[in-house]
């Protein structure tokens, strides 16, 4: 599925302001056909009480990421989706520095997108977690 050409990496950069994704500072670094790539730098209020990145900063990077490219991927007659399901599997974390996220579809359907997106910290390109988000494709209302 081609990209919607209205969906574009300036329009995404302000997607997010005011929201969640703004709140936590997510950017859209890089957007292809079947490809969103997106950063988010680590700051003290990100952080779990431990001192840990927080599994949900995690969370709002992959899902918003996804989501996004989700947006991009929209197919005709379409007007938006919402998020459906999803998992994460953790496999490390990060105290300062910046994740990134590149998110790509597996499942382009005309009902349903499945996207993938893979969380790394962007010092040493190591994996910190691996996710995966259903997407309902919506429609205007009669």
Known sequence: ???RPEITL????HR???????????R????????LHAELDIRPELLAPNGYLHA???IAL???AAGFGCLAHLPAG???????????NFLGTAREGTIAAKAKPVHLGSATQVWDADVTRKTDGRTIAM?????MILRPRA
Do not use: H, N, S, W
């Open 78 to 88: 379409a007007d938006g989706y919402t998020t459906i399901e999803l998992k994460a």
């Open 28 to 35: 859209v670094v890089d957007l292809a056909e079947g490809f």
């Open 62 to 64: 992959a899902d918003t």
């Open 56 to 58: 949900a900063t995690v």
């Open 1 to 3: 599925m081609p990209l």
């Open 10 to 13: 300036e329009f995404l950069q």
């Open 16 to 26: 997010g302001d005011g929201r969640l994704p703004g709140l936590v500072g997510f």
């Open 131 to 135: 996710f995966r988000c259903t997407q």
